[in-house]
């Protein structure tokens, strides 16, 4: 999901599905606060099997979603995504991605994450939490915040903390990788490779002017 579907949504649109059900949304909700997102994710496995291989089970957001797509429409939500497929683009688009080695970009990632910490990010956690945010809350969860709130509220030594950081950014970012892989019709580049760039959107205006494509 986020910026990677947003982008492939906005190409590829998504499946046709009724609007979200008040009733059925509320009483999954009430289900969740009773059982927990643990139990709602294998009632999913169980009616949907693909679904929840694909969702992760503490997004209790997309869980429940998935299994009111059931509720509301007979199908799972699952059988819908294989049926729209992404495959009719809703524009004449240019998709261009940026790629790099995996260890170069390893590499920048935990230096990413060092500069977060010495710009302040810890300080920004523990200022949220004396404001009185629920540490459970889905902002709260995201990547670096919950990091830090496990190392302030003792679950993380440092160095712990830190390595765990680290390790889920890079993962996070092989996975937003793996995504857009799948999305067809993207020019894969490498940061140096600028001229490619402008020739591919050249290129691209030129055909759609009714120009010719440069040489």
């Given at each position: 999901g986020g910026t990677g579907l947003y982008i492939k949504s906005l190409l590829y649109g998504l499946f046709e599905s009724r609007p979200s059900d008040p009733v059925v949304r509320q009483r999954l909700k009430s289900q969740l606060a009773r059982q927990g997102a643990g139990a709602m994710h294998d009632l999913l496995r169980k009616r949907d099997v693909r679904a929840a291989e694909r969702i992760h089970p503490n997004d209790s957001f997309r869980v429940l979603r998935a299994l009111e797509v059931i509720e509301t429409t007979g199908r799972p939500i699952s059988e819908h995504h294989k049926a729209h497929g992404f495959q009719r683009p809703r524009y004449n688009a240019l998709a261009i991605g940026l790629t790099r080695p995996r260890e170069v970009l390893n590499d920048r990632i935990n230096?990413?994450?060092d500069q977060m910490i010495s710009q302040g990010l810890m300080d920004e956690v523990r200022c949220l939490l004396a404001q009185g945010?629920?540490?459970t809350l889905k902002s709260m969860q995201s990547l670096g915040y919950r990091h830090m709130v496990d190392f302030i509220q003792g679950r993380l030594a440092w160095q712990e903390a830190l390595r765990t950081l680290?390790?889920?950014?890079?993962?996070?970012?092989?996975?937003?990788?793996?995504?857009?892989?799948a999305v067809p019709g993207i020019h894969w580049i490498t940061p140096a490779q600028i001229e490619a760039a402008v020739h591919l959107v050249a290129d691209f205006l030129g055909m759609n002017n009714g120009s010719k494509p440069t040489q």
């Open positions: 230096q990413r994450v945010l629920d540490p680290k390790r889920d950014h890079r993962r996070y970012a092989k996975r937003q990788y793996t995504w857009f892989k």
